[in-house]
């Protein structure tokens, strides 16, 4: 059973720095991806930053060199460390993992919480 628990989020000033991470358990061989996803309440959920086992990378459009994915598949955890947070990087973050089988699966972490204040 795939499992995934997001950490490290809060409150932090314009410009500020957070690590978010993520703890996947149950992963099969099968992963294509896993990553991280933001909501704004009132707005659909936006691709943030994914990464493939193989360790290639893909940004949303905004996030512009400040964040970075990564994974330590050791401890079974994905980072995002995001610099220079912004106001309208306020948001909730969903660690994510699609998994091939018949169709692509998809699973969702209960998110984590980032405000960035002026």
């Known amino acids: 059973q795939v499992r995934l628990v997001e950490s490290g989020g809060g409150l932090v000033q314009v410009g500020g720095s957070l690590r978010l991470s993520c703890a996947a358990s149950?992963?099969?061989?099968?992963?294509?991806?896993t990553g991280w996803f933001r909501q704004i309440p009132g707005k659909e959920r936006d691709l943030v930053a994914v990464?493939?086992?193989?360790?290639?990378?893909r940004y949303g459009d905004f996030v512009s060199g400040r964040f970075t994915i990564s994974r330590d598949n050791a401890q079974n955890t994905i980072y995002l460390q995001m610099n220079n947070l912004a106001p309208e990087d306020t948001a909730v973050y969903f660690c994510?993992?699609?998994?091939?089988?018949?169709?692509?699966?998809?699973?969702w972490g209960p998110g984590t919480q980032v405000t960035v204040s002026s």
């Open positions: 149950g992963l099969p061989p099968r992963t294509v991806a």
């Open positions: 994510y993992a699609s998994v091939a089988g018949g169709s692509l699966d998809e699973y």
């Open positions: 990464i493939s086992p193989g360790g290639r990378t």
